[in-house]
């Protein structure tokens, strides 16, 4: 493809992601608002995939006034931050809840899984990468103090041991994605100087992640979550990076996505739960941003590719495809798969 082409499909996917974002700055996770699904609600972790994609192009400005909103989020709910830190939470609604009303920051009350720790671990990773980079996003004293406050709500809980609902917001279990995103968010967040992090807070992350790996959990050898502990948090040797890789590609790659893991039952169409997994389409982008990154160019351009054809005839990305179908849910467009490939775009566009 010449680099025009390379472009136009950057500005065409960029269009379909910045419609999902409201006047607060924050996305919604899909499509529009009213979809029976719920996803017309703004989810912190989808938030911080889909504003990636701006800051690859360098739209620091524009991505600030998501993160200034995520921030004023934590800062409207901070006196029950504290409560948890002091009592530590018993029970699922006493966690940082995953999801929002973009307009008022209110949570939604509704069980969800909402015991996610890599919603905020995430949060902190980009907090901390942004200002590395020199585009903070900490506004004052108030943003800095809630980060602290996020540090101490993640050492209260015990984050290393601490069984959560995960990436996809199921059944409680130590996930090692979850154990990475607050490992990488800790130790960002220190590196900038934003929030004073114990170093055995980091160390208890590094040795619970390294004793689960390669499995995502328990009851789970492959995940497609754990292709976040490459990108973006960068946290793996290249011998663990290539496990991983090999379990992924070979166990849970489909013509028109990646599996999340076997014995996936959402939107399976196989009442068994064992055969017919949701084929999920931001898998493909995201192989091959990993793999441009390890300087495997060919990798990355196959996945890349197929991310392509996985697009609906309407150029939009969604969610997932019901397994070995071209039918895809009512989630799309996905906004976290438009950005995912947004960026794996932009990176083929620069190395041209």
């Not at 309407?314 to 798969?337: I, M, Q, R, V």
Request: aromatic share 12%; net charge negative.
């Amino acid at each position: 493809m010449s680099t025009k082409d390379i472009q136009r499909e950057i500005d065409a996917h960029l269009a379909i992601l910045r419609k999902l974002r409201t006047p607060s700055g924050l996305f919604l996770a899909a499509a529009e608002a009213g979809v029976s699904t719920g996803y017309d609600k703004s989810w912190l972790r989808d938030n911080f995939y889909e504003v990636l994609a701006l800051e690859e192009l360098g739209e620091w400005e524009e991505s600030a006034q998501t993160w200034h909103a995520l921030l004023d989020i934590f800062l409207k709910h901070e006196s029950k931050i504290n409560w948890a830190i002091n009592e530590r939470p018993r029970f699922t609604y006493q966690y940082i809840h995953a999801r929002y009303n973009p307009e008022t920051f209110e949570e939604f009350w509704e069980e969800w899984g909402n015991k996610q720790n890599d919603a905020v671990g995430c949060i902190l990773f980009a907090l901390g990468d942004r200002a590395l980079k020199g585009h903070s996003a900490v506004r004052d004293d108030n943003d800095k103090r809630i980060v602290g406050r996020l540090v101490n709500y993640l050492n209260t809980i015990e984050y290393w041991h601490d069984p959560d609902n995960g990436v996809w917001e199921e059944y409680e279990e130590v996930h090692a994605s979850s154990i990475g995103a607050c490992v990488a968010g800790l130790q960002k967040v220190d590196e900038a100087g934003l929030a004073d992090v114990p170093r055995d807070l980091i160390s208890k992350g590094y040795d619970a992640l390294h004793a689960l790996l390669p499995r995502e959990s328990h009851t789970k050898f492959a995940d497609l979550a754990q292709l976040s502990l490459m990108y973006p948090y960068d946290l793996l040797t290249k011998e663990e990076e290539d496990i991983i890789l090999s379990n992924i590609e070979y166990h849970l790659s489909k013509d028109k996505g990646v599996v999340r893991y076997k014995t996936d039952r959402y939107y399976n169409a196989n009442e068994d739960g064992w055969s017919e997994e949701a084929e999920w389409t931001m898998g493909f982008s995201w192989l091959s941003i990993i793999y441009r990154k390890r300087g495997e160019h060919d990798k990355a351009d196959h996945w890349l590719e197929m991310a392509r054809q996985t697009c609906d005839k309407d150029g939009k990305l969604p969610e997932l495809y019901f397994s070995h179908t071209d039918a895809p849910n009512e989630n799309n467009p996905l906004g976290w798969s438009e950005s995912l490939y947004v960026i794996a775009l932009q990176q083929l566009l620069r190395g041209t």
